[in-house]
């Protein structure tokens, strides 16, 4: 483990500030394996997540025991917000973080948000930016949740994942960088494994999408933003 990786995650996650090199002196570095949970609903919010390499998945369980992902969290990028909070060692967590690869997460922890980030502005207002912005992801996704048949929720899906993790091809198509199981796929949109399947089978039919190993390839992204 080095010094480095924290230094460019915390680098691309919050920019730079006073205090920089102190605070990621300070900073703990943690390895987790596949398939750990990192927290549950009500485990105290007391660290910042950054992660530096792998995938975590972020959820919730609905009252009928179904899990939904709302969103994965990639290298770069930071998850436990509740630990902003005053009231986050108190109330608790809200979600399940569970890693979905081999993953080296950036621990912050609170004491630390205390006396580098908050008085900071311009990391206070990066960190107002990815929340409003991860809210307004999951806003649209719940409006089309609630209004759209299962392939136009499945198209809004891969449309999101493109822009998000998809890597330009040399045909004008995007390889969605993800290795992601159908069962999960189905966790997002509130689907059916055998419905996800069904569906991606007949996308490829059509020429929207194509598979590049476990990898789904966008073939056609306009195609799929005319089904919204």
């Given at each position: 483990m080095s010094?480095?990786?924290?230094?460019?995650a915390v680098t691309q996650a919050f920019g730079p500030f006073e205090g920089f090199s102190e605070f990621v002196h300070e900073v703990q570095e943690v390895e987790?394996?596949?398939?750990?949970?990192?927290y549950i609903p009500g485990d105290r919010a007391t660290s910042l997540y950054i992660v530096i390499?792998?995938?975590?998945?972020?959820?919730?369980?609905?009252?009928?025991g179904r899990g939904v992902i709302l969103d994965y969290v990639s290298p770069n990028q930071f998850f436990g917000e509740e630990a902003l909070l005053n009231q986050g060692e108190t109330e608790g967590r809200w979600e399940i973080a569970e890693a979905k690869q081999e993953t080296r997460l950036c621990v912050v922890k609170r004491s630390l948000?205390?006396?580098?980030?908050?008085?900071?502005?311009?990391?206070?207002q990066r960190l107002m930016e990815v929340c409003?912005?991860?809210?307004?992801?999951l806003s649209s996704r719940l409006e089309i949740l609630l209004h759209r048949e299962v392939r136009v929720r499945l198209a809004a899906l891969f449309l999101d994942l493109g822009q998000r993790y998809g890597v330009p091809q040399s045909d004008g198509s995007l390889l969605i960088d993800l290795n992601?199981?159908?069962?999960?796929?189905?966790r997002f949109i509130g689907a059916t494994r055998e419905t996800i399947?069904?569906?991606?089978?007949?996308f490829k039919s059509m020429g929207y999408l194509a598979g590049k190993g476990r990898r789904l390839v966008l073939a056609k992204p306009a195609l799929l933003e005319a089904l919204l």
């Open positions: 010094k480095e990786s924290i230094s460019e987790i394996p596949k398939g750990f949970v990192v390499k792998g995938l975590v998945s972020i959820s919730r369980v609905t009252p009928n948000m205390q006396r580098f980030l908050f008085p900071n502005i311009g990391v206070m409003l912005e991860k809210r307004q992801r992601i199981p159908h069962h999960e796929l189905a399947s069904a569906t991606i089978s007949s």
